[in-house]
């Protein structure tokens, strides 16, 4: 895993929607969800969300927790 991808997730914000200016890392996990069943957006934001979901399915969220209290 990237560290620099896990930077971006606790970093960036969402740019649309309900969840607009919410941070990547703090997406609900619903949310998450349907974007999987719909498809991700392209572009960076897509490989964000898509990345946080791998993260929340596999119970991987303490690879963040480190780099979220760090920052």
């Known amino acids: 895993m990237d560290k620099h991808i896990?930077?971006?997730i606790v970093t960036q914000k969402?740019?649309?929607?309900k969840y607009k200016d919410k941070l990547i890392c703090d997406l609900?996990?619903?949310y998450l969800v349907w974007f999987n069943r719909q498809g991700?957006?392209?572009?960076k934001l897509g490989m964000w969300m898509q990345t946080m979901y791998e993260i929340?399915?596999?119970?991987?969220?303490?690879l963040i927790d480190g780099?979220?209290?760090?920052?």
């Open 28 to 30: 609900p996990e619903h």
């Open 56 to 62: 929340r399915l596999n119970g991987l969220t303490y």
């Open 67 to 71: 780099i979220k209290k760090s920052i």
């Open 14 to 17: 969402m740019p649309f929607g």
């Open 40 to 43: 991700f957006p392209p572009g």
């Open 6 to 8: 896990l930077i971006e």
